[in-house]
């Protein structure tokens, strides 16, 4: 693979991590073993994305975090031309894709859509996540991204 | 509603004040000081002695605190303050909704409603965010360059776009609109800096679908309006602008993080736009002039819609520059140009506009104006709108 594929947008963006009262800790826990996660409520079996401390169907607070396929369709879709951050001075255009998950009661995901940043992008497209391994030591996370389905 | 819990009518807008509008970064006053020139500007145009003001209602995160406020006006009491939750130019006519309920209550006699943006002293809302770590929701998008408002709503737009096959012409209506009444607007910004369709077609793409003049602008500046009951209203100096309805509103989970409210493709008008018509006694066929909050334009595209102005699947048609043009249209859209051409004071220069046309007094004044509209802060939670009317008994 690229160096392109290994790290779609380059270094210097800031960083993922749970919320500051620990909320969404789990994800990017299983994101770093290459799993996709997506929270679900063990009363109802409602899944809900992004995580809150309740169900939001029936208030229960037993939630857990249920592994899927990592199989999507492209619900939405931008391409970026303008960086409005230093570090994406030199990685415009970029695609952004939102992907929702069929086996996750269609919750939806952002992440950006690998391959020619050129590419026509075609909501309905079916996709699936790569997992994109980035920085290093105490500061090593992983992004969950997203190719079409040849 | 009984007419009992309808503020229909029973409050004004009396009086308005604009600073200077600028480019970011070319004020030479800081924020502060331009709240405090609206305000006194506000109080002028009202009749009133700036210290007679004793409420304040504001939202956006306004930096500039009532107290600070009254202390450097040296006013004796302040019986009412308050803040519209959410980021965004969500709470503009929420803040004036809340004015409405202050003086209604009996809490203030006259409350100001100011916003105060001063781009270039603080940061610019164009950029992303510059920490090292993104946490919570952000940590679902800022990783993966999904950083600005624009990169937020053009996901919704182009999804909106999909399942009804709106076109870039009806973006490029509404810039187009906004632009052309700015050129007669020497307030705006963008006076003399006319738009054409080729200008707009040629312009470099921020985010697709939006060109560089489907953005608002970024500025400074600030503006106050003055809010009082219609008892006091009807004896002061200004023709009131009659309050037949103001609100605020969210639709069901619309704030789901990570982009997952249920509903996606909208403005967030839909639960909020029924109300408001009831509150007034009014429906869209009555709207004779709509300032409509463009942070972007295709979030009016979706505000229109909602409001009940087109069906979804006809705004192609229904968007047009001949449409949106003062002063025969079908719909006169933004008459002072608005956040793209005038200045982005947030929207609180949309109800200026507005308190105008009530007034007869726009430079793109749309004749015998009577109901006077406008929807604040598209896609953001929670939005707000506002009804105006020259006319109070405008329900009969």
Redesign the interface.
Known sequence: MSAEARSYLPEGLPRPGPAVDGLGAEFWEAAKRHELVVQQCRACDVFQWGPEWICYQCHSDDLTYTQVSGRGIIYSWERVWHPVHPALQEATPYIVVLVELPDAGNVRMAGNLLGDRTQDVVIGAEVEVVFEDKGEGDEAYTLVQWRVVE | MSEDATMRGKAAIVGIGETTYYKRGQSPDPEFKLVLDAIQLAAEDAGIDVREIDGFAAYANDRNDPSRLMTAFGSKDMTFNNMVWGGGGGGGSAAVANAVAAVLAGYSKYVVVYRGLAQGQFGRF???????????????????????P??SF???I??FM?DHGAEQSALRAISMATYRHAQSNPRAVMYGRELTEEMYDNS?????PFHLFDCCQENDGAAALIVTTAERARDMKQKPAWVMSAAQGSDY?QA?????SPD??TSNFKTLAPRLYAMAGVGPEDVDVLQSYENFTGGVLMSIVEHGFCEPDEVNDFFTLENFSAPDGKLPLNTSGGNLAECYMHGLELVHEAVRQVRGESTCQVPDANVSMVTSGPMVQPVSDLILAADRGVDG
């Open positions: 164009g950029q992303g965010p510059q920490t090292p770590i993104a946490p919570g929701p952000a940590a679902f998008t800022a990783p993966y360059g999904l950083l600005s624009a990169q053009a996901m919704r182009r999804r999909h470099r793409m921020i985010v697709e989970r789901a993080t990570a982009h997952n996606y493709a």
